[in-house]
């Protein structure tokens, strides 16, 4: 855990959601320890929004590391970061699949999902991960075009994903939504992408008890501040080598030690858990 850096060096991205393999130093997606192979998610089939890099990067190594294939979805821009991560999966002898496209067009996520149908015949896992956030002082600055953008991005995307995924997925599916510290504390700075968050945490209660039934499970995971892209991205140079420092743990998160809670809630070990959250932040207190 000491190994993880506590600062970072100044630096800024100008394009959202940012690209990893130009970040310095680059986030810590494996590392000995973590994420040890147990054929927890054998033969499972699993679809990852925003898997090309950040938090998805490492979910998608890690599911992969479990027995899991994976498919990855993101945009052209980030084709980079898409094709390192399939690269290192295949080298570990995994199996990834790329879908490139806008998430916040529906009918792209339903030819992701009739794309992974047509080659696996089955769905096991939704990883809803994919969003964007851009960081404004005033909620007056914060323009109709953004507000359209990161709630497509960040809500929509998952309403189309997973609406398109119901007529394939099954008893002892699993369905796993990436909220924020922020949709539980707020963020002056990051409003809307604060309500999008906040309205994943009730999506995922929500549809946790209209598919319980069904034995389909849903729940979220709620990062604090890890080192991704989005980081970049969003924030100026100097905020950004303050990032993570302001919480009881000291620094910033690695994609590497969120992982684990997704592999945990797609695994049959969470098979009486639905409608929850997990918070993996660093020592923040979440509704104590």
Same mark, same amino acid.
């Given at each position: 855990?000491?190994?993880? %850096?506590? !600062?970072? %060096? +100044?630096?800024?991205? #100008?394009?959202?959601?940012?690209?990893?393999?130009?970040?310095?130093?680059?986030?810590?997606?494996?590392? #000995?320890?973590?994420?040890?192979?147990? #054929?927890?998610?054998?033969?499972?089939?699993?679809?990852? $929004?925003?898997?090309?890099?950040?938090?998805?990067?490492?979910?998608?190594?890690?599911?992969?590391?479990?027995?899991?294939?994976?498919?990855?979805?993101?945009?052209?821009?980030?084709?980079?970061?898409?094709?390192?991560?399939?690269?290192? =999966?295949?080298?570990?002898?995994? $199996?990834?699949? =790329?879908?490139?496209?806008?998430?916040? /067009?529906?009918?792209?996520?339903?030819?992701?999902?009739?794309?992974?149908?047509?080659?696996?015949?089955?769905?096991?896992?939704?990883?809803?991960? @994919? @969003?964007?956030?851009?960081?404004?002082?005033?909620?007056?600055?914060?323009?109709?075009?953004?507000?359209?953008?990161?709630?497509? &991005?960040?809500?929509? !995307?998952?309403?189309?994903?997973?609406?398109? +995924?119901?007529?394939?997925?099954?008893?002892? !599916?699993?369905?796993?939504?990436?909220?924020?510290? $922020? @949709?539980?504390?707020?963020?002056? #700075?990051?409003? /809307?992408?604060? @309500?999008?968050?906040?309205? =994943?945490?009730?999506?995922?209660?929500?549809?946790? &008890?209209?598919?319980?039934?069904?034995?389909?499970?849903?729940?979220? *995971?709620?990062?604090?501040?890890?080192?991704?892209?989005?980081?970049?991205? !969003?924030?100026?140079?100097?905020?950004?080598?303050?990032?993570? &420092?302001?919480?009881?743990?000291?620094?910033?998160?690695? %994609?590497?030690?969120?992982?684990?809670?997704? *592999?945990?809630?797609?695994?049959?070990?969470?098979?009486?858990?639905?409608?929850?959250?997990?918070?993996?932040?660093?020592?923040?207190?979440?509704?104590?």
């Amino acid at each position: 855990m000491d190994s993880f %850096p506590k !600062s970072f %060096p +100044a630096q800024h991205q #100008d394009s959202q959601p940012g690209i990893e393999l130009q970040m310095m130093p680059q986030p810590v997606y494996i590392k #000995d320890g973590y994420n040890k192979i147990t #054929d927890r998610l054998k033969d499972k089939v699993a679809v990852i $929004t925003g898997g090309d890099s950040g938090i998805g990067k490492a979910v998608s190594f890690a599911f992969s590391k479990q027995g899991a294939k994976v498919n990855i979805v993101c945009t052209e821009k980030e084709k980079c970061d898409a094709e390192e991560t399939k690269k290192e =999966i295949e080298l570990e002898g995994g $199996t990834c699949d =790329i879908y490139y496209g806008d998430v916040k /067009d529906e009918q792209f996520c339903i030819s992701v999902i009739e794309g992974v149908i047509k080659k696996y015949a089955t769905i096991d896992v939704l990883v809803n991960n @994919a @969003a964007v956030q851009y960081p404004q002082q005033k909620i007056e600055d914060i323009t109709t075009q953004q507000m359209k953008e990161t709630f497509e &991005t960040n809500i929509f !995307s998952y309403f189309y994903f997973t609406k398109a +995924a119901m007529k394939y997925l099954k008893k002892g !599916s699993s369905i796993i939504n990436t909220s924020s510290i $922020t @949709a539980f504390k707020g963020s002056k #700075d990051l409003i /809307d992408y604060s @309500a999008t968050k906040g309205a =994943i945490a009730s999506f995922t209660r929500s549809l946790a &008890t209209n598919l319980a039934d069904k034995g389909i499970r849903v729940n979220a *995971v709620a990062p604090g501040p890890i080192w991704t892209p989005l980081i970049v991205s !969003s924030f100026d140079s100097t905020k950004v080598s303050q990032f993570g &420092t302001d919480n009881p743990m000291k620094r910033a998160g690695q %994609p590497v030690e969120v992982a684990g809670a997704y *592999v945990f809630l797609a695994s049959y070990d969470a098979s009486y858990i639905t409608g929850q959250t997990i918070h993996v932040n660093g020592g923040e207190i979440i509704n104590g």
